[in-house]
């Protein structure tokens, strides 16, 4: 059973401060790992991708991968209430189709 | 670049009835996929296709069916509608080499 896990939240920070987003997925072969904001009532936009171990940054954003501890997580600095989202963690485990694995998602609420 | 459009965004079907939701895309990307999404429940894959010509069942199928005469245009057929296919339905298509998934906007299904 190929699944990916978060923590549903809801995850409340203050204005200003650093939200951190936790995923763990199953397969071990997984290759590409997506990080997804929606907005309630609209579609997931797409807003990291990984690929490789490390960290790689994109303005407030940092995601972070962990290959062999299967672990990926998503860092929001300076948190804005238009962070205000849930956020999901989004695995593609290859395959036929290059099928993707959604979490269910984790709820931010950023306090003014 | 529209991206990729669905259509209609709302829709209320009486139980029995048929609808065809419509998507297309102007990517040029093989990959595409249908969703539905309840709430609290992730997304779930419904259908994929990895080109024109060529579809796949994924996690939920039943009570559906696509087809993929073109690259941009993946259909999803509901047949006999029943309250269980009240959802979200979600198109998305992937490209190569990124592999990033790209939603459409979505098309809110109430079966009553």
């Known amino acids: 059973q190929k699944e990916v896990e978060q923590n549903s939240g809801p995850l409340s920070v203050p204005e200003g401060a650093i939200a951190s987003l936790n995923c763990t997925y199953s397969d071990r072969v997984s290759q590409s790992f997506f990080w997804y904001r929606q907005y309630s009532g609209k579609s997931p936009e797409l807003i990291m991708s990984i690929y490789s171990n490390g960290d790689k940054e994109d303005g407030r954003f940092t995601a972070q991968l962990n290959k062999a501890s299967q672990y990926v997580s998503l860092l929001i600095r300076d948190s804005q209430p238009s962070d205000s989202a849930t956020y999901l963690c989004a695995v ?21 | 670049n529209a991206g990729v459009t669905q259509t209609p965004k709302f829709r209320i079907l009486k139980i029995g009835q048929s609808m065809t939701l419509q998507c297309t895309q102007d990517m040029n990307h093989n990959y595409m996929y249908w969703y539905r999404q309840d709430p609290g429940m992730g997304l779930k894959l419904i259908y994929y296709s990895v080109g024109a010509g060529i579809t796949d069942k994924g996690e939920v199928p039943n009570g ?11 259909p999803l057929r509901l047949e006999l509608a029943a309250p269980s296919q009240t959802s979200v339905y979600f198109c998305a298509t992937t490209g190569y080499p990124s592999y990033e998934q790209y939603f459409g906007p979505g098309t809110r299904l109430t079966v009553t």
Do not use: H, K
Request: net charge negative; glycine share 16%; no cysteine.
């Open chain 2, 64 to 74: 559906y069916n696509v087809s993929r005469s073109t690259t941009e245009d993946f």
């Open chain 1, 92 to 112: 593609n485990m290859g395959g036929a189709g290059n099928q993707f694995y959604f979490g269910t998602g984790t709820s931010l609420t950023v306090i003014p």
